[in-house]
């Protein structure tokens, strides 16, 4: 089945030290986001890559980069996790056409704790 | 930007009970979805409905979107219908590709 594909689930990282996770698809959808969630919280888009261009939103902290090597996958790079940043973070896929964006498929996610 | 505003925000059911979850947006929409987010964090597409009625076993959904609003609706709960539904909207007038989503309904269906 086509999906979205997080890994690792459960990550858990010390404070200040770098960390990547990482997104794959087999959708083969041309724009990819990632959301953070934190408890109780809805999700919150950090960026997404429409094809290989990529648009930050204005709130998005520095220390949240990413990469999109290929169409398939997508990597979320947090270069000095802070106890705030810990939270699950949410891959997700879609394909635009024509200006119209479609359906949002999202991944199980990735639950990151910072110690 | 656009507000999308969920109502109830909390939902007690006793199992085969049915339910109503209400979505309202500000401003026009190109694109709405309904998600049911599990115990275990996963985001599960239930429906992609920018207008009209859909149905799908035990949910249905109805969007109008002349007058901003959706319904979720859930008949004879079970105790798997359980955890957080969301409603997403995209708008016609922002730039990019970006879902927003309401602050959600939590819902817990009791055995």
């Known amino acids: 089945d086509a999906m979205v594909i997080q890994n690792p689930r459960y990550q858990v990282t010390q404070f200040g030290k770098p960390v990547t996770l990482s997104c794959s698809q087999t959708l083969n959808h041309n724009v990819m986001y990632w959301y953070q969630q934190k408890s109780s919280q809805a999700p919150k888009l950090l960026f997404h890559y429409y094809d290989k261009d990529f648009n930050n939103e204005a709130d998005t902290p520095d220390n949240f980069q990413s990469r999109r090597p290929n169409t398939s996958f997508c990597f979320l790079d947090i270069r000095s996790p802070g106890l705030g940043d810990a939270a699950m973070y949410l891959c997700?896929?879609?394909?635009?056409?024509?200006?119209?964006?479609?359906?949002?498929?999202f991944g199980p996610g990735t639950r990151l704790t910072v110690l | 930007g656009i507000q999308v505003e969920q109502s109830p925000p909390d939902l007690i059911l006793q199992e085969g009970a049915n339910s109503t979850l209400r979505c309202n947006f500000s401003?026009?929409?190109?694109?709405l979805q309904w998600f049911h987010q599990n115990p275990w964090g996963q985001l599960i597409n239930l429906f992609y409905?920018?207008?009209g009625t859909k149905q799908n076993g035990r949910l249905s959904a109805t969007t109008v979107a002349t007058e901003r609003y959706s319904l979720l609706y859930i008949s004879s709960s079970q105790t798997t219908d359980s955890g957080v539904y969301f409603c997403?909207?995209?708008?016609?007038?922002?730039?990019?590709?970006?879902?927003?989503f309401g602050g959600g309904t939590r819902v817990l269906v009791k055995p």
């Open positions: 997700a896929t879609s394909r635009r056409t024509s200006g119209t964006l479609n359906e949002q498929f």
């Open positions: 401003d026009s929409v190109n694109n």
């Open positions: 997403a909207v995209t708008t016609l007038k922002a730039a990019g590709n970006k879902l927003t």
């Open positions: 409905i920018p207008s």
